[in-house]
Every structure is written in structure tokens, then in C-alpha cells.
């Protein structure tokens, strides 16, 4: 099989979609009877109920609340400040005690935490911003 035999069986050649002469054209088409359309019944009842606008609980305060909770929990674990687990694991490792080696078994848990903790914050903080963004949608009735 050559490429034009291929090409003409799987592509629509000019000759296909030229335009029919006015003479051929299909009496159906107002357009080339020269028919008014303007008295063609339209109903104006199409048996189509809008669809109903949501009602959003507006949660973001309280989200907002939580996520300043666990912002306050990552300091706490691994904040800069005097008061984090971190500094305090690493401040009571003394050498020759009961909590001797406590800071190397427990560095990489803390951070790891940490981490997660922080992956959670921002997860919830896009999801309150996805909140404010589909309130407007949904004030100016914009489809989704």
C-alpha cells in the first residue's frame, strides 16, 4: 500500500468537502430557500431547573486556629528558641549519665516529625485558600 492510497483512506480529501452549488443544496436549510426562520416555535420551558448554589459552612476560622496550633507544636519541637525538644534533648545529653546518648537516638525522630508536621500545615493552609477561592467562584456563579 503507498502513502496515497493510505492517505486517502484514512483522510477526507478536498473533493469530499467541496461546496455544493446552490442548486444542491439541501431544502431544509433556510439559508439557501430563502424561508423566514423567525416564526420557528421555541419553548421556552426546556424542563431545566437551575442548579442549586451550595451552602458552604464557613470553616476557616476554626482550620485557621488549628493550624496556628501546629505551627506553635513545630516550634516546640524543633524551633530556633530556647524551647524546643530539640535544643533540650541536646542540652541534657551529658556524657557518663542515665541520658547519655539520648540527643543521637532521638535527633532524627524529632526532625522527621518535624517534617510532617510542617507537610500537614501547608496541606491545610492550601486548603484554606482553596476555600476563599471557591467562595468567589461561587459568588459569581462561576461553574467549576
Known amino acids: 500500500m503507498n502513502f496515497n492510497e493510505l492517505y486517502s483512506r484514512l483522510f477526507v480529501s478536498e473533493a469530499d468537502t467541496a461546496p455544493l452549488d446552490i442548486d444542491q443544496q439541501d431544502p431544509e436549510q433556510p439559508e439557501a430557500s430563502g424561508r423566514d426562520v423567525s416564526n420557528i416555535p ?3 420551558n426546556y424542563d431545566v431547573e ?3 448554589t451550595p451552602v458552604i459552612k464557613n470553616n476557616t476560622p476554626e482550620l485557621q486556629e488549628y493550624i496556628t496550633k501546629l505551627n506553635d507544636f513545630l516550634t516546640l519541637l524543633n524551633g530556633i528558641g530556647n524551647k524546643s525538644l530539640q535544643k533540650f534533648v541536646a542540652e541534657i545529653d551529658i556524657p557518663n549519665t542515665v541520658l547519655s546518648g539520648i540527643s543521637k537516638q532521638t535527633a532524627q525522630d524529632v526532625t522527621r516529625l518535624a517534617e510532617q508536621v510542617a507537610s500537614l ?6 486548603s484554606v485558600n482553596l476555600i476563599a477561592i471557591r467562595k ?7 461553574p467549576r
Open 42 to 44: 421555541v419553548p421556552d
Open 50 to 52: 437551575p442548579m442549586p
Open 121 to 126: 500545615i501547608q496541606t491545610l493552609q492550601s
Open 136 to 142: 468567589r467562584e461561587i459568588s459569581n456563579n462561576i
